[in-house]
């Protein structure tokens, strides 16, 4: 070994192997890889400074310093060897496996093939029997232990989270106060990234002493529980279908796992409320938890729905005094031309004015609806289909729904808010009463609904394939909505 080292043969291999390392690092896609032949160049580097130097090192060095640098580039080959063939090891390991060794394996393996090539060369150039001199220094190894302790526990307990394995990198887990996505798995400490893009370091140590806890598994999908109390005045079931909703139309909550939303106890002031949903990476929880809490905010207050709590000061304080409905916006629709204004007035002013945020969906295709709405402020987007295409976008002074109200029949479109907005809402049995007492507006609407129909069937022809509606039935329908025979 020592005469091929020092011989010429090994100083060409290492300046091809030398060149070659430089290319695998330039085209390599593995970040893992590079670091891995980055280690090993620099070793090989130092063998070719050494080995190309040695001679007029020599020279102007005492006699009794050729042999330690002989060593050196000794050392520098062997070490250059294993490191490369350690990073070639790894590279078919992951190929392989298509997993990622953790960087204290890689450390301690590393350490492990030094120490193990190293004993021979000292050994026979050097005469020194490394054996002898751990096993005589007994007290120097006691002192060095006190004195490393710490890091030696680091270590033990790195090595026994390896062999544990309760989180691997990219993992999102809660160390004491800490939580964050793992980005590094070291021999003294466990780096994290933090939801606000924080480097953690916290010591091996640490975590073993700690409380643990892995949001993340094969599935990827962890659950997030939430707890809100409503007033009593609300009926159960009612809250229960209006939160499911609220869950449907958050993006960031999975429909499998199925959300829950349970009753947990009869409070002081409230009912309290359990609700758990899922998401895909738990990095997400503030955002899912924003989007939740915001979209029930809306909902429940639609709804009539209170969200109580316990109030220490009595607050003495005017109301906010109500909006008043602007009704000629109301009046001036389509809807209402069959209406003199005078009637038309009358029933723009039993709206109600509801508030729906961002994202929120007013009406949803396919399903039943007793109510229209007129816009106030905001825009809202249509949307048909299954995927679904946007068809219109509606602003001040239009509305939608009416269709639904007058004939029964299942939502056409989907309505989305794309801003906070304030809509009119009316619903059918306000027209049920003004017809019961004007029975002639009956064959108008009739004619406005056809009307409607056919503009509809048209802008949506390129999506749904079914028969376009048949004229002539919407004043039966109108009499059996509405009673009047």
Known sequence: MKQFVEGNLALVLAAIAFVAIIAAIRISLEEAQKRDLTVGLRWLTAYLFLRLNGFWLEDVLPQEWHIYVRVGWSLAFAFASTRIA?????????????????????????????VVVAIP????????????????????????????QD??????????????????????????????HVIEIGWRSTRIMSIRRESIAIPNSN????????????????AIELEFGTGYEAAPNFVKAETSEVLRQSPL?????????TLKEFGESALTWVVRFYVTDYANRPQAVDDVLSRLWY???????????????????????????????????PLFAPFPIEEARGLSASAIERTFGVGEEVITEGRAGTTFYVVVSGRLSVKVGTPSKEIATLERGAAFGEMSLLTGEPRSATVVALEDCVLLEMGRDVFAKHLQQHPERLAQLAALIDERKAGLAAATSAITAGPAPAPGKALLRLREIFGLR
């Open 86 to 114: 350690v990073a070639f090891a790894l590279w078919v390991r992951r190929r392989l496996t298509r997993t990622t060794t953790a960087k204290i394996h890689r450390d301690v393996l590393d350490f492990v093939l030094y």
């Open 121 to 148: 060369i000292l050994k026979t150039q050097l005469k020194l029997d490394i054996t002898t001199l751990l096993g005589t220094s007994a007290v120097l190894s006691l002192v060095l232990g006190f004195a490393l």
């Open 207 to 222: 975590i073993a002493k700690e409380k643990l806890t892995n949001f993340s598994n094969a599935a990827r999908a962890v």
């Open 253 to 261: 909550v999975l429909n499998d796992p199925a959300p829950l939303v």
């Open 299 to 333: 909902r429940f207050g639609r709804d009539g729905i209170e969200i109580p709590f316990p109030q220490r000061v009595v607050h003495m304080r005017a109301e906010k005094p109500k909006r008043e409905i602007d009704i000629e916006l109301i009046a001036k629709l």
């Open 151 to 180: 890091t030696l526990g680091n270590l033990f307990s790195g090595l026994s989270l390896q062999l544990e394995a309760p989180f691997v990198v990219g993992d999102y887990i809660s160390v004491g106060d800490k939580e964050g």
